[in-house]
Nanobody, 126 residues
Framework: QVQLAESGGGLVQAGGSLTLSCSVS????????MGWFRQAPGKEREFVAC?????????YYAESVEGRFTISRDDAKNTVYLQMNNLKPEDTAVYYC??????????????????WGQGTQVTVSS
């Protein structure tokens, strides 16, 4: 069974930075696209970023985070990261790591991801 564990959330002031990590127990991690999503109170879960398997070298971001967030992966550690800079109060949400379904290179729809972590809270104060 795939397990994903996020860490690195917390409270930060607007303009600050945080780096989220997601450790993944998946033998096929290196050939699996990985994504980050977030869900604010009272809102639907929304796409944040996706990274393809390393051989494809692709990333994709939601317009709201483009230029501020960076997704990366370390296949040797089975870990995916989300570097978040210039954080805004509207970035406040629970952030979830997700593993894409097999044979998906890049994706942004929740249905394309088959395994999810429990989430980590990010709170940005104004």
């Amino acid at each position: 069974q795939v397990q994903l564990a996020e860490s690195g959330g917390g409270l930060v002031q607007a303009g600050g930075s945080l780096t989220l990590s997601c450790s993944v127990s998946l033998p096929t991690f290196s050939v699996t696209a990985m994504g980050w999503f977030r869900q604010a109170p009272g809102k639907e879960r929304e796409f944040v970023a996706c990274i393809s398997p390393s051989g494809d070298d692709m990333t994709y971001y939601a317009e709201s985070v483009e230029g501020r967030f960076t997704i990366s992966r370390d296949d040797a550690k089975n870990t995916v990261y989300l570097q978040m800079n210039n954080l805004k109060p509207e970035d406040t949400a629970v952030y979830y790591c997700a593993a894409a379904r097999p044979r998906i290179t890049i994706a942004y729809m929740t249905g394309d991801f088959g395994s999810w972590g429990q989430g980590t809270q990010v709170t940005v104060s104004s």
